[in-house]
């Protein structure tokens, strides 16, 4: 199945982060992350899944803890291609342009990825030993995949419209990356 990944990251008040985490964790650091993909699946059609999650550490392991994770069609997601930056110079980087932004709209979330024409690694994935799930009384551990292919790296603007958890009501402090990749699972 083909995914495409849209992953942005900011920095948040550590106490309030550390309040949020459960027996047996601990916080990595003051960084909450929005992971949303586009999956198309050939058995389940098209679907899209966000992730909120923040880096943490349990069973001798360091990965993501996912905070909350909503999936279609359970829950509407909404998402387009807009032009509304395409083509500017992108700042910085002699000869690079802005393509398309890919924009997604919830009752709870509005998020923008425009790309800005540079590709790179996440420096979070050398410290990544996957994502920790946790469904009532139970842990489920994913190990992290190995996405050879290149992100392009993003600006992003996004905004919590209708808090519906206690991680979404701690206010962004600062942009730390944004990025997109399209890769095979």
């Known amino acids: 199945m083909e995914i495409e990944q849209f992953v942005m990251a900011y920095r948040a008040d550590h106490e309030k982060i550390k309040a949020l985490l459960g027996e047996g964790y601990s916080s990595l650091r003051p960084v909450l992350r929005i992971n949303i993909e586009i999956i198309h699946d050939e058995s389940k059609g098209t679907y899209v ?79 990544n030993d996957g994502c920790f799930y946790i469904e009532e009384e139970k842990t489920t551990f994913v190990p992290s995949e190995k996405i050879t292919s290149r992100k392009e790296y993003c600006d992003c603007a996004f905004s919590w419209t209708k808090p519906v958890t206690e991680a979404m009501e701690i206010p962004p402090e600062e942009l730390l990356g944004a990025y997109k990749v399209t890769f095979e699972r």
């Open 49 to 127: 899944r966000i992730e909120h999650n923040t880096p943490a550490a349990s069973q001798g392991k360091r990965g993501w803890l996912n905070l909350n994770v909503w999936e279609s069609p359970c829950t509407e997601i909404d998402y387009a291609d807009e032009d509304k930056h395409f083509g500017e110079p992108t700042p910085g980087a002699e000869g690079k342009t802005k393509g398309l932004t890919r924009i997604f709209r919830t009752d709870f979330l509005n998020i923008e990825f425009t790309g800005v024409g540079i590709e790179g690694g996440c420096p979070a994935e050398g410290d």
